[in-house]
């Protein structure tokens, strides 16, 4: 199947400061990503869709301002949580559908561990 | 609003027998179904899917069935096997569309040698 990386694996950071998570598909191009976040022993929610070229379409509850979308190019999308407290502290995890594919599975990142301190 | 539900948090197998996993969905719009098994700190891996035109699909030692009637998939895998052994999503989507995909919460499967 395809593939998808994210960095950085794991991040601590003091709560106030940004984080900037990156995800990358390697062997193809993805107009789409989106972008997940998995507390402890919960599922896998939606957060937002990351359209390359375009704003990010954010799911109902979560925060636009402080959790930053960037689709700059057809392999990266990057997530940057602002200000971050505590309870933002998580595991997230994005995923894209390869276009080639011609069944419609998202193929998904390693994921990223935050602790904000 | 839950619109993927697994209703059992884990399910305890022997070895080489036929371990099933349940999933139900609300959203009739649903046309499209995914499982994915996912270990700690690691991004879930694609397993096997099935559309709704669709009410069985099988690769290897996986099988999904879909009941529309009853918003009710399953996956089948026989036999089980020891790296079984992780967290199994059900996810649904809509082809047409944004193609986002609702998850259910998991079922933590457990194959016992």
């Known amino acids: 199947g395809a593939v998808v990386s994210q960095h950085p694996s794991w991040v601590i950071c003091k709560s106030g400061t940004s984080v900037k998570i990156e995800c990358r598909s390697l062997d193809f191009q993805a107009t789409t990503m989106f972008w997940y976040r998995q507390f402890p022993k919960q599922s896998l929610m939606l957060m937002a869709t990351?359209?390359?070229?375009?704003?990010?379409?954010?799911e109902q509850g979560v925060e636009k301002d402080k959790f930053l979308i960037n689709h700059a190019s057809l392999t990266l999308s990057t997530l940057t949580v602002t200000s971050a407290h505590p309870e933002d502290s998580s595991f997230y995890i994005c995923?894209?559908?390869?276009?080639?594919?011609?069944?419609?599975?998202?193929?998904f990142g390693p994921g990223t561990r935050l602790t904000v301190t | 609003d839950q619109q993927v539900k697994q209703n059992s948090p884990s399910l305890s197998v022997q070895e080489g027998r036929i371990s099933i996993l349940n999933c139900d969905y609300t959203?009739?719009?649903?046309?499209?179904f995914l499982w994915y098994k996912k270990y700690p700190a690691e991004g879930p891996t694609f397993l096997i899917s099935?559309?709704?035109?669709?009410d069985k699909n099988e690769d290897g030692r996986f099988t999904v069935f879909l009941n529309k009637s009853a918003k009710h998939l399953s996956l089948h895998i026989v036999p089980s096997q020891p790296g079984d052994s992780a967290v199994y999503f059900c996810a649904a989507s809509v082809i047409q569309g944004a193609q986002k995909l609702v998850f259910g919460q998991g079922t933590r499967l457990t194959i016992n040698p």
């Open positions: 995923s894209a559908r390869d276009p080639r594919a011609t069944l419609y599975e998202q193929y």
């Open positions: 990351s359209n390359e070229g375009s704003k990010a379409t954010y």
């Open positions: 099935i559309s709704s035109i669709k």
């Open positions: 959203n009739s719009m649903f046309d499209y």
